[in-house]
């Protein structure tokens, strides 16, 4: 899992640092006190915690195997085929059936695959679906898809 962490770690690092560059350079917005760049500069900088995390638990793993220790099971790589089939079908499927079907799908998909017990999964992925829905319907004024759910707003 070290060599994973640290690839992983180190390109969440890149991702967070071009994400908090880019952020950077949006424009002031007249009348607010956060601009436009400051959502994407929370992004990135917790993408680059999530680095910091990665990294520090590869260089946590070395020292343990380094002391002698069992070697850790071999790589597991069926969970990140998972999380990445449920970002595509999100992208694919969330404009036709809408951000508040499809969204606790692919969280219970993912969490599911990354064994958390199916009863924290479903509640987990229906609490994170509400807090974000609020947050941008309701905070950023940003609506997310309503795909079939449409004609009940």
């Not at 890149?14 to 560059?21: I, K, P, T």
């Not at 509400?130 to 009940?152: D, E, N, S, T």
């Amino acid at each position: 899992m070290r060599r994973t962490d640290r690839w992983a770690g180190l390109a969440l690092a890149l991702l967070g640092g071009a994400v908090m560059v880019s952020a950077r350079a949006f424009p002031n917005v007249p009348g607010q006190k956060l601009g436009a760049g400051f959502l994407p500069m929370l992004v990135g900088a917790g993408l680059l915690i999530c680095a910091l995390a990665l990294v520090a638990r590869s260089l946590r793993a070395h020292a343990y195997t380094a002391r002698g220790a069992d070697a850790p099971r071999g790589e597991h790589f069926g969970s990140s085929l998972v999380i990445i089939g449920a970002v595509v079908g999100y992208i694919v499927l969330a404009e036709r059936v809408g951000f508040l079907i499809v969204a606790p799908l692919c969280l219970v998909t993912t969490f599911l695959a990354l064994r958390v017990k199916l009863s924290h999964a479903v509640l987990w992925a229906l609490a994170g679906t509400v807090v974000v829905h609020l947050a941008f319907y309701k905070l950023l004024r940003v609506p997310l898809p309503w795909g079939v759910l449409r004609p009940f707003y």
